[in-house]
């Protein structure tokens, strides 16, 4: 109880300290604290909550997104989010984007306008690079080079089949929705998760294996893992 106490009454001096600063001087110590901090203290101390804090989301913003090709602030991607979202300031894009990197179920539009590579895993004859190819949702269809388009159908339901695929992940890196999973054709149902690294989107069944990428750049080091099966 007496630390606890003692814990409480370092914290409240050390409002009082940052309550003594100049303006100035108490944005430019805010600059330094973690997203969850910086949310915390403007709560707590009324005159960093009127302040502008933009600047400082924003640069939270880049730090954070670096590695999420998705969210990445490059000129389009601010385009985007200029055109899209209807949010005034960077603090409620960064929360935007906290929950949005945290979904887990994709929609019938991102399925047909991200771009896809497609493996087979090792039991239906995966063999790595030499046997991943792109591919496309699109209209209805999944479209693979020289193979004839497949049917698709998204359901918001729990799949007939458990995902078991990354039972032996023994981190949070794969995220697998419970609540979706896709059938293409006459094939195993597929299931659909994200990756908690680089958030892209991975489908797979025990002979596929399907991965959101940059059609630049390829699927990117965690996802391109999965993708090869390494």
């Not at 690294?197 to 893992?225: C, F, L, M, Q």
Request: hydrophobic fraction near 35%; aromatic fraction near 10%.
């Amino acid at each position: 109880m007496a630390a606890k106490e003692s814990e409480e009454q370092a914290n409240h001096h050390h409002q009082l300290e940052l309550l003594s600063l100049p303006d100035e001087l108490l944005l430019s110590v805010s600059s330094f604290a973690p997203p969850k901090d910086l949310l915390n203290l403007q709560c707590v101390c009324s005159r960093l909550h009127a302040l502008d804090t933009d600047f400082i989301w924003q640069n939270l913003c880049k730090q954070r997104w670096q590695n999420w090709p998705r969210y990445k602030l490059t000129p389009s991607r601010l385009e985007w989010m200029d055109d899209n979202l209807l949010l005034s300031n960077w603090k409620e894009r960064f929360l935007w984007a906290e929950e949005d990197f945290a979904r887990t179920k994709i929609t019938r539009e991102e399925l047909e306008e991200l771009d896809w590579s497609l493996n087979f895993t090792a039991i239906a004859g995966g063999r790595g690079e030499e046997t991943t190819r792109w591919c496309k949702f699109r209209s209805g269809f999944l479209l693979i080079p020289v193979f004839m388009p497949l049917p698709y159908e998204i359901y918001d339901e729990k799949s007939p089949s458990p995902c078991t695929r990354f039972n032996n992940v023994k981190d949070d890196s794969v995220k697998t929705c419970t609540e979706q999973w896709l059938k293409i054709s006459n094939f195993d149902p597929h299931h659909i998760s994200r990756s908690t690294i680089d958030g892209e989107w991975i489908i797979t069944n025990n002979n596929v294996t399907i991965v959101s990428n940059d059609a630049k750049s390829g699927p990117n080091t965690h996802s391109r893992s999965i993708l090869l099966g390494t």
